[in-house]
Each structure stands twice: as structure tokens, then as C-alpha cells.
């Protein structure tokens, strides 16, 4: 007999025909209905995030598919290294699993996604991708000829966009804004890569239910949830098992909502760790301003080459750890102008065209994506007075940027000018931490081995509530300097897997 599984999502399912580029003004909708910031959003399915403490704006998406509906689709694994970090370098923790554990799960879900990307980079052990990579296009060319200059770690990336029809999904035909979800279905988003098979296996998704908090038994157990329908009443679903996968933000925001007699600090908290350690990556931006015409907004935005020139601790840098670079085109027309004109390149007034005509599709560039070390003093927690739709807390962030993080940002931005100007730049630009780059979320429930530092074990399971599992990103014990989905899909298949085999003898 298989499991009965009920997913409860407080977003709609979304429609490809709807998405910004299928019409003209889809900038605007980009930066509207489509934006990446909920605050900014604001739709009914989304709560508020205060951010007012916080350098970096978190982002993230509500729908059947979550972030992913929004995301880049940049698809690196973590190396085996960066779950190793206590051992190598003396910092932060080492995870309690390792690379080797995760590899089937990486695989399972490589395919399931469907991964374009090139066998035999050397920065990680050997996959194959079940699909050729992405062209590179013009921008990728360029960014990945500075790197060739310098002597640097340049790889195509890994990137979860269908480079030819794969399982039902068309090829990309370089639409372009990624981030504002794909038309073409090319790009992996969950409702459109797993929810159809689960579907097929019978899990059943109740849409536009938000769930409230986690309820317990006597002994403290979890039995289910309370939920506000999609007509706003509240409703009781039991369960068996409660499985929490609402992102970095929204998991502790939900257990410290379930504040009981048997759990007063909120659920699966007896450590005190819930909310804490809150990790984003510090995001850099390089860009570079090139006389020959480059391809614009064509092609996913960033999803050309990575490098890991600088990945791993060099005491010679002055910091720890290190950073990833993401290869980026340039943007819309309405974006490059606007981002022209923050930036000082573009004046407003005499001049505006000549300025304009120089940037407009000449622009290539890179992130970098730093290793963002876990500190306590980095938290979720539930703000007094704000609450969404349905009167339930919202979450606050309260995030300083470390001093390791501020040396890694000023290295990167320094190295990626010189590789944009060894590419042929003629001018370059950088903004040293990008606000709105909240979109990783990890570490503010996570995962180990020691009850006392530590929310769940090494599979996942909450150390005081042993049927409540956490299965994204707030179980991150390390950051590493690379995207995290990758690695978040890989631990929920591993988790999901660790349930199946243990079913027998799960709460002894
Ligand atoms: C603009 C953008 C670009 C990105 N680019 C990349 C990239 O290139 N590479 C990469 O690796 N990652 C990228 N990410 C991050 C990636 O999208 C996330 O890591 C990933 O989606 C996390 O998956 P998740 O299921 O843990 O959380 P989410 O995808 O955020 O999903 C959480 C879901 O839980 C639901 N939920 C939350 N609380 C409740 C509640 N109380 N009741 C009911 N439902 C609830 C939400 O509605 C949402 O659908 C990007 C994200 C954004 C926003």
C-alpha cells in the first residue's frame, strides 16, 4: 500500500501563457506581478518579510513550484570540500553527510529537473549532465575569454534549462528573462518537473491554504496542521508524518508559530536554534561595457560559465572560504536603462541617448556568489506587529553582513574587473553587495548530529518531534560559495528516501 501524501501550498498554480513575455510590457510585469521581492509583489498569497534590518533583501516566490517558478535555473552542486569546512579551514561546522551520500540523489534529481551542462569540469567530481550544455552565446564567449587570459578555472554551467525537448518540455529559445518565470516551459520549475509525476503517484495539492501552525499530541508529537483555506477559514488536516519545506524564511517563521505547552519556545526548538544562522550569499555584481554588439537580453541571464578560480581558503586573501563567479548577460531594454541611470552611465537629460546606445546590449558581466559563514546573531524571528492576510506573524530578518563576507565581495569585485578588461571591456562597473539578492535562504534550522547545536539529525528529522521532517534549504549547516537548489532537491530526495527505508520503525 503506498503512502497517502497531501500537500498544502498558500499560492496558485501558475500558467505559462500568463508570464511576462508573451507581452510587449513585460518589463513592467517583471518588476510588478513577477517581482522577485514580496514586498514589492504583495499578492494575496504572499506574506511580508521585514527586511529593515537587513543589507540584503530576501526574495522568493508563492505558487505550486515556489522560487523556482522566478529562479535563474544556474544549477552548480556544492563540491565535496564545502561540506568539510570545521575540518579544513576551522570554521563554522562540518555537515554530518557528505558529497558521496548525496551523488544518486544529485543524479535522481538531474534528470527529474533536466540538466543541461558538459561532463569533466575538473572543480568537481565527474557527472554527466542528461543534456548538452546551453550555448554560451556572445556575453558567455566573452566573460569565459577574460577568465582564458588570466589562466582561470572557467566551466560551462551546469543550468536546469532544457537545451533540447526533454520529457514533455520544449528546448529554450532564448526568451531571456529567466526571472520572470519561463513561457516556453524550457526552464525546470517544480510544478512543471515533479508535480506531474507526483500527481501521477496520487499526492494530492490543496491550493491557496495557508498553513498556520503545526499541531501536537500530549507527548508532543506532531499531529497535523491548522490551515486558512482559500476562503480564509481555518481548517484542521491530521497527519501521520509533517514534512516542512516553505524555505529558509518561511520553515522558522512556521515553527516559531507553533508555540505549544509541550514546545513553549516554539516547535523542534529546544536548541534555540530555530530562526538562527540565517545564511544568505553576499552577492557581487561586475559588469563590463563592451564596444562590439553582444546578445543582450537573448539567453538565460545567467547561465553561461561559472568559475572557481577563487573557491577555496587562501590565508594570502585575507579571508576564509571564498566565492563562486556566475557568468551574466546584459538585461531589458527598460532594466539596462534604468540600471544606466542608477549607476551614474546614463544622465538624464542631454546626453541620455548617446549614454543609452552605449550600453544597450553591450553590456556582459558576472556575479559573484560568496560563502556566507553561519552566525546566531543572523535570525528569522516573528515580528510583533506585522502579520499577512490571514493575521498570522510575519517573519523579520535581521542579517549583518561579516567582516569576512565585506573582504570576499571587495576581492571578488577587484578580480572580476580585471577579467571583464582582460575580456576587452572598455569601461567597467560593480556594485560591491547587491540588495536585492536574498534569494538563497539556508541554515535557520539546521542539520546535525548534536542535539544541543543542531534542529534535525543527519536525515533530516527534527531532534524533538520525530515525525516532523525539514527538507529545504534552513537545514544548511555551510553555504558553500555556489547556488544551493541543487543541493536542497538532492537532501529532500535523500530525506524522502531515509523516510521509506525507516517507515517500519520511524518513531522508535
Ligand atoms: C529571482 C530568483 C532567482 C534564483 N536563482 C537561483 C539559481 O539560479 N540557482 C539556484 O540554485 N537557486 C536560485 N534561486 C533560489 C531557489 O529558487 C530556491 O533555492 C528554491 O526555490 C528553494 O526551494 P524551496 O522549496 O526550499 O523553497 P521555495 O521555492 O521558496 O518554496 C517554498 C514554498 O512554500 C510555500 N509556503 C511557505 N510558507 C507556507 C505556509 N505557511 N503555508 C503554505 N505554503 C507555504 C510558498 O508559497 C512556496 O511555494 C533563485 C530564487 C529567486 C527568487
Not at 509541550?262 to 544568505?280: E, R, T, W
Request: glycine share 10%; proline share 7%.
Amino acid at each position: 500500500m503506498g503512502t497517502s501524501v497531501l500537500c498544502l501550498e498558500q499560492g496558485p498554480w501558475m500558467h505559462q501563457k500568463d508570464y511576462p513575455t508573451n507581452f510587449l510590457d513585460w518589463e513592467s510585469r517583471a518588476m510588478g506581478p513577477f517581482a522577485s521581492n514580496p514586498n514589492v509583489r504583495r499578492l494575496a498569497q504572499d506574506y511580508p518579510v521585514n527586511d529593515s534590518a537587513s543589507p540584503i533583501q530576501p526574495l522568493m516566490f508563492n505558487a505550486v513550484g515556489g522560487s523556482t517558478i522566478l529562479w535563474a535555473a544556474h544549477f552548480p552542486r556544492f563540491t565535496p570540500g564545502d561540506f568539510r569546512v570545521k575540518s579544513t579551514d576551522g570554521v563554522a561546522d562540518d555537515w554530518p553527510i557528505g558529497y558521496q551520500t548525496l551523488e544518486p540523489f544529485y543524479a535522481t534529481n538531474d534528470r527529474m529537473m533536466g540538466v543541461a551542462g558538459l561532463a569533466g569540469d575538473p572543480a568537481y567530481p565527474y557527472h554527466e549532465p542528461p543534456m548538452a550544455p546551453l550555448p554560451l552565446g556572445a556575453t558567455g564567449n566573452i566573460v569565459a575569454s577574460g577568465f582564458e587570459k588570466l589562466g582561470w578555472h572557467w566551466w560551462p554551467s551546469d543550468s536546469a534549462i532544457a537545451s533540447r525537448d526533454y520529457e514533455g518540455r520544449a528546448a529554450c529559445i532564448n526568451l531571456g528573462p529567466c526571472t520572470s518565470a519561463c513561457s516556453q516551459g524550457a526552464k525546470a520549475s517544480t510544478d512543471i518537473t515533479y508535480w506531474p509525476v507526483a500527481q501521477r503517484k496520487g499526492v494530492q495539492l490543496r491550493t491557496g491554504c495557508r498553513v498556520k501552525e503545526i499541531t501536537v499530541r500530549a507527548d508532543g508529537m506532531a499531529d497535523g496542521v491548522l490551515y486558512y483555506d482559500q476562503d480564509g477559514v481555518l481548517q484542521e488536516q491530521k497527519a501521520e508524518i509533517v514534512v516542512l519545506a516553505c524555505n529558509g524564511i518561511g520553515t522558522p517563521r512556521l515553527l516559531l508559530n507553533s508555540k505549544s505547552p509541550q514546545h513553549p519556545d516554539g516547535l523542534a526548538n529546544s536548541s534555540g536554534l530555530v530562526g538562527k544562522n540565517l545564511m544568505f550569499h553576499p552577492y557581487a555584481l561586475i559588469r563590463g561595457i563592451f564596444d562590439e554588439p553582444l546578445n543582450g537580453r537573448r539567453g538565460p541571464g545567467g547561465c553561461t560559465v561559472w568559475s572557481h578560480e577563487f573557491y577555496k581558503s587562501d590565508p594570502s586573501r585575507g579571508f576564509i572560504r571564498g566565492y563562486s563567479y556566475e557568468g551574466t548577460r546584459g538585461a531589458g531594454p527598460a532594466q539596462e536603462a534604468l540600471w544606466g541611470m542608477a549607476a551614474g552611465l546614463v544622465p538624464w537629460g542631454e546626453g541620455h541617448h548617446e549614454a543609452y546606445a552605449r550600453l544597450h546590449g553591450h553590456i556582459a558581466g558576472m556575479v559573484a556568489i560568496t560563502e556566507d559563514l553561519p552566525e546566531e546573531t543572523n535570525t528569522v524571528t516573528l515580528d510583533p506587529e506585522l502579520t499577512d492576510s490571514n493575521g498570522v506573524p510575519a517573519p523579520k530578518v535581521t542579517y549583518t553582513l561579516s567582516e569576512n563576507s565585506k573582504k570576499m565581495l571587495a576581492h571578488a569585485v577587484e578580480r572580476g574587473k580585471e577579467a571583464l578588461s582582460a575580456a576587452g571591456a572598455v569601461e567597467t562597473w560593480a556594485e560591491p553587495l547587491l540588495r536585492p539578492a536574498g534569494w538563497h535562504l539556508m541554515g535557520t534550522a539546521r542539520m546535525g548530529t548534536d542535539t544541543a547545536r543542531s534542529v534535525v539529525n543527519e536525515w533530516g528529522r527534527a531532534h524533538d518531534v520525530k515525525n516532523l521532517f525539514i527538507i529545504d534549504g534552513s537545514i544548511f549547516v555551510t553555504s558553500a560559495g555556489v547556488n544551493p537548489t541543487s543541493t536542497i532537491q538532492a537532501l529532500a530526495l535523500y530525506i524522502a528516501d531515509r523516510i521509506k527505508q525507516n517507515i517500519g520503525n520511524l518513531f522508535d
